[in-house]
């Protein structure tokens, strides 16, 4: 009985198979093309499957998703953003598998919540960093879905004062200002030459001055919307990942200098901002337990 996961990020997407005690090992990983995303995803996963039959598929999605029926709608993969029935596809694809997904910061929540930094933390926030900005709300050890399967879309959060255009249809989202893409391109405007995120990261690290403006402002935006959406969920615990959260001091000082100015009631006094222990492969691990759990669709 072969049981896989998939994650379907903004850029990569990757397979894995998951074994008898719920540890999920990638398989398979291409980027994501910009059209036959699911021609692509359809031999990803028969390449995985190796001719045997698939038992269960637990997937984990960039967001938005309608869990409900199993449909992604994804921000970042143009081909897909009015919807793509991917459960159905799927199932199409092995027919009599259970297949069960969640968006991509429940899986994250889900990772962190077993084998990551919220193992002894029953009360936590999971968080993504890099080419969007997505998280995973734990409440009383469960990992929260949502009506929808969408709560913890902590990157649609507001930044006090933030006027810029965000890709969901609204105006001064945490992703619009703090995401790797977004601090690039508010660097560019302002003339600096790079192109990614890592490129500013180490360019803020030697001390250009428009890279760290970037940095300082994505991180003071991460650090407001954190303190909001700790004392919304009585958390003590958020844990950050993602390839942007790398970035360092010049993005952490002043997340934590933010979260020293908001995060000031009482009961978060206990409140610890630390960074992913699970790496990139997170999500996948997640839609790997979705597979044991039976969370969502
Ligand atoms: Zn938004």
């Known amino acids: 009985m072969t049981v896989l996961a998939l994650d379907i990020g903004a850029t990569k997407i990757a397979v894995g198979l998951v074994g008898a005690d719920g ?19 359809r031999g990803l996963l028969l390449a995985a499957a190796n001719g045997h039959t698939v ?6 999605a960039c967001g938005p998703v309608d869990a409900t029926v199993g449909v ?17 596809a799927v199932r199409e694809l092995f027919p009599g598998a259970t297949v069960r997904m969640a968006v991509d910061g429940v899986c994250l929540a889900l990772a962190e919540r077993h084998f990551g930094a919220a193992r002894q933390t029953p009360d936590a926030l999971a968080m993504t960093v890099s080419s969007g900005i997505g998280g995973g709300i734990i409440v009383g050890g469960m990992v929260a879905v949502g009506h929808t399967g969408n709560a913890g879309h902590i990157g649609h959060m507001i930044v006090p ?21 977004s601090a690039v391109r508010w660097a560019r405007e302002r003339g600096w030459e790079g192109a990614t995120g890592v490129e500013l990261a180490a360019a803020a690290e030697a001390g250009d001055r428009i890279a760290k403006a970037a940095l300082r402002r994505a991180g003071i935006a991460l650090g407001q919307v954190i303190s909001s959406a700790a004392a919304l969920l009585d958390v003590d615990l958020v844990v950050v990942g993602g390839g942007f959260a790398q970035a360092g001091e010049p993005l952490w000082r002043p997340l934590q200098e933010a979260l020293g100015a908001h995060a000031r009631i009482q009961f978060l006094g206990d409140l610890r901002v630390v960074p992913s222990e699970l790496g990139e492969n997170a999500t996948l691990v997640g839609a790997g337990l979705l597979t044991a759990l039976g969370a969502s669709a």
Do not use: K, Y
């Open 23 to 41: 540890v999920t090992h990638e398989v398979g990983r291409i980027t994501v093309p910009p059209s036959g995303v699911w021609d692509a995803v």
């Open 161 to 181: 004062g933030s006027t810029d255009p965000c890709a969901c249809g609204g105006v001064g989202c945490v992703e619009a200002v703090a995401s790797g893409p």
């Open 55 to 60: 038992s269960i598929v637990g997937i984990g």
């Open 72 to 88: 992604v709608e994804p921000l970042n993969i143009p081909e897909w953003r009015d919807g793509f029935a991917l459960v159905d």
